[in-house]
């Protein structure tokens, strides 16, 4: 139990262009999760807390008209990068927190976009 | 803020011999969770084992043990029997149970081996 799903697992865009990734947890309900990035051999940044029927709560320097995000049901938020250039590219995590569990999040599989 | 320090950036132990990975952290909160995941090649974060902090017993999880100071922040992780397969950067990671958001270190790439 507890799996989280992220799709893609990779995407390659051009300059300009909006990506989005989805993240869904496939056997629980997630009133929260959570989306990350991580550069390579680096920590986990987090960028937002994305919860259920509400707007997202943004990290200090993270530009939320650039990280679109949605949670609009239990089982699914998306992240949507606007107008991506290449500076965003980078490896996307995304993990979910289940309603009944407060201290335990899961971790989707990761999406590494890339922006030519 | 937190903040979650991990002062061996690489560290490689020999198969079926013992490692320690250390962190340390800092926090005004007296209610919170500790974690050590573990990230293989493929990238998928997996727990490897959880603290909670109001628990003085140091939990332990097969192989893994950690060894939780509250006073002095510490928390560390022992691999013991260590297996190629645990090859992987291993993080540190704090969350806070008002918010619920997690800080991590910086990670520890461990190498087992042959």
């Known amino acids: 139990g507890a799996v989280v799903s992220q799709h893609p697992s990779w995407v390659i865009c051009k300059s300009g262009t909006s990506v989005k990734i989805e993240c869904r947890s496939l056997?629980?309900?997630?009133?929260?999760m959570f989306w990350y990035r991580q550069f390579p051999k680096q920590s986990l940044m987090l960028m937002a807390t994305s919860n259920e029927g509400s707007k997202a709560t943004y990290e200090q320097g993270v530009e939320k008209d650039k990280f679109l995000i949605n949670h609009a049901s239990l089982t699914l938020s998306t992240l949507t990068v606007t107008s991506a250039h290449p500076e965003d590219s980078s490896f996307y995590i995304c993990?979910?927190?289940?309603?009944?569990?407060?201290?335990?999040?899961?971790f989707g599989p990761g999406t590494r976009l890339t922006v030519l | 803020a937190q903040t979650v320090t991990q002062s061996q950036p690489e560290m490689s132990v020999q198969e079926a011999e013992t490692v320690t990975l250390s962190c340390t952290y800092d926090?005004?909160?007296?209610?919170?969770?500790l974690f050590w995941y573990k990230q293989p090649p493929s990238r998928q974060m997996i727990l490897v084992i959880r603290?909670?902090?109001?628990?003085?017993q140091n939990a332990t999880e097969n192989r893994f043990s950690v060894n939780f100071q509250k006073a002095a922040k510490s928390f560390s992780l022992k691999i013991s029997d260590s297996q190629l397969g645990d090859t992987a950067m291993y993080f540190c990671a704090f969350m806070n149970t008002n918010a619920g958001k997690s800080t991590f270190g910086d990670g520890t790439t461990l190498t087992v081996k042959p």
């Open positions: 926090t005004s909160e007296s209610n919170y969770y």
């Open positions: 603290q909670e902090a109001y628990k003085q």
């Open positions: 056997d629980f309900q997630a009133t929260t």
């Open positions: 993990s979910a927190r289940p309603h009944d569990r407060y201290n335990e999040q899961f």
